[in-house]
C-alpha cells in the first residue's frame, strides 16, 4: 500500500460499501445456455427510478465522473438485484448465476480497476465450487468475496461445511463480506413471499436485521472459527456500527462469567477476536460518530451507499464532517481511507477535490 497521497491537503475519501446496478440480461445473457430459462432477468430501470438512482450504477465511465462530483476517490462495490439471489434453493442456478455475476463485474471495475474494488459473490452451497470459484475471482483482480449473511440452515455458519472455504480465504487474503438482504433470513419472505406490511416493515428494517449478523458473529467467535484462522477476516457490511461495542461487552462479561463451568472454544474474550479480525462499515450512524473517540478507530470504515437512494451522494463531505469532524485528523483518516484500503490491499489513490454536481454535469 502506498502513501496517503494527501501533500495538496484534500482528503483521500473512499468508500467502503457501495454498488453496481446489474443491467436486466446480467445472468441470462452469461449462464450456460442449459439454465437460461432459468436464470432471473432484472427490472428494467430508468434512472431515477428504484436503486438506480444514478447511471453510474450500470456504466463505469459514469460512475467515475460521479465519484469525482462527490470527491471519491476509490469504491469497494456489491450487487443490488442480485443480492436477493443469495436465498436460491437451487444451488446449481445459484452458482451459475454468481458466475455471470462476477464476469460482468471483472469487466465493470476494468475500466478503472485502482478505484473499482470489486467483491466476488460466492455460492456456498457446494464448498469445492466456492473455493475454484473463489480462486479464479482473485486472480481477476477482485479484492474479497461477499456469502450470505443467512447461511441456510442446514449449513450454519460453525458446520465443519466452510472450513475449506475459511482455510481458502485465510491464504488468498481474500477478506469475506457479510451484506444485509443476504440469503436465509428475514427478507426471504419478502423477496420471494409476503411481503412485510404496517408495523411489521420497521421490525424487520432493524430487529431482525440486526439479529442476523449479530447471530452470524456469535456463531463465528464462540464456535471457534476465528480462533482456528487467525488470519481470516470477516466484514459486516451495511449493519451499521453504533450497536457493536455494546454486544462485545456483554458477551465479554457472560464469556468470563461462565467460562468455568461451561467453557466454549476459544481461549480469548470475544471482542478480541472481533478487534482482530472484524470490520464493519456505516454511513449514516451518528452513534457511531460518538464511539470512535474510544473504539473501532482501526476496523470501522466509512461508506455512501452509492448509487442507492440513501446514499449520501453527492453530499458525503457533509456527512462526514457532521459525524466524524469532532475526531482528530488521524482518526478521521483511518475511518475514510486507511482502514478500507489496508483490508483490500488497495493503492490509494490521489485525493479528490468535490466537483459541484451543475459543473459535473456540464
Same mark, same amino acid.
Given at each position: ?6 501533500? $495538496? ?13 446489474? *443491467? *436486466? ?30 447511471? &453510474?450504477?450500470?456504466? *463505469? ?5 460521479? %465519484? ?35 464476469? /460482468? ?12 474494488? &470489486?467483491?466476488?459473490?460466492? $455460492? ?68 420471494? &413471499?409476503? !411481503? ?24 463465528? +467467535? ?18 451499521? +456500527?453504533? /450497536? ?57 470504515? /466509512? ?13 458525503? !463531505? ?27 490491499? %488497495? ?16
Amino acid at each position: 500500500m502506498s502513501g496517503n497521497g494527501n501533500d $495538496s491537503g484534500l482528503e483521500v475519501l473512499i468508500s467502503s460499501d457501495s454498488h453496481v446496478m446489474e *443491467p *436486466p440480461n446480467t445472468l441470462k445473457e452469461r449462464v450456460a445456455p442449459a439454465l437460461r430459462d432459468q436464470a432471473p432477468i432484472f427490472p428494467v430501470l430508468k434512472v431515477g427510478e428504484s436503486f438506480q438512482t444514478h447511471p &453510474g450504477g450500470s456504466d *463505469p465511465t459514469c460512475r467515475i465522473k460521479e %465519484m469525482e462530483t462527490d470527491g471519491l476517490s476509490a469504491e469497494v462495490l456489491y450487487p443490488t438485484n442480485l443480492l436477493p439471489h443469495f436465498a436460491m434453493d437451487d444451488a446449481k442456478l445459484q452458482e451459475a448465476c454468481f458466475r455471470a455475476y462476477n464476469d /460482468w463485474l471483472i469487466e465493470y471495475c476494468q475500466v478503472a480497476p485502482k478505484r473499482l474494488i &470489486g467483491i466476488a459473490a460466492i $455460492s456456498v452451497y457446494n464448498i469445492d465450487e466456492a473455493v475454484k470459484e473463489l480462486e479464479r475471482c482473485t486472480k481477476a483482480g477482485l479484492k474479497g468475496s461477499i456469502i450470505w449473511q443467512a447461511p441456510h440452515p442446514d449449513l450454519p455458519f460453525h458446520s465443519e461445511h466452510y472450513n475449506k472455504f475459511w482455510a481458502a480465504s485465510q491464504d488468498l487474503n481474500m477478506p469475506v463480506n457479510l451484506h444485509i438482504l443476504t440469503g436465509h433470513g428475514y427478507h426471504k419472505e419478502t423477496v420471494f &413471499g409476503k !411481503k412485510r406490511t404496517g408495523v411489521e416493515h420497521y421490525r424487520g428494517s432493524v430487529n431482525l436485521k440486526l439479529k442476523e449478523i449479530t447471530d452470524a458473529f456469535f456463531e463465528l +467467535i464462540f464456535y471457534g472459527v476465528l480462533e482456528r484462522y487467525p488470519k481470516l477476516r470477516f466484514v459486516s457490511v451495511e449493519n451499521e +456500527i453504533g /450497536w457493536m461495542p455494546f454486544m462485545l461487552q456483554q458477551w465479554d462479561y457472560y464469556y468470563n462469567r461462565f467460562k468455568g463451568v461451561n467453557p466454549p472454544p476459544i481461549t480469548k474474550n470475544p471482542s478480541e477476536y472481533f478487534n482482530r479480525q472484524v470490520y464493519g462499515t456505516f454511513f449514516r450512524d451518528t452513534v457511531a460518530g460518538h464511539s470512535f473517540e474510544w473504539w473501532g478507530q482501526d476496523n470501522c470504515m /466509512w461508506s455512501n451507499d452509492y448509487p442507492h437512494g440513501n446514499s449520501t451522494w453527492p453530499e458525503s !463531505k457533509k456527512y462526514i464532517d457532521r459525524d466524524l469532524g469532532h475526531l482528530p485528523a488521524d482518526v478521521r483518516k483511518k475511518l475514510v481511507c486507511t482502514n478500507v484500503a489496508k483490508l483490500y490491499d %488497495m493503492e490509494v489513490p490521489q485525493p479528490l477535490e468535490a466537483v459541484s454536481q451543475s459543473a459535473a454535469i456540464h
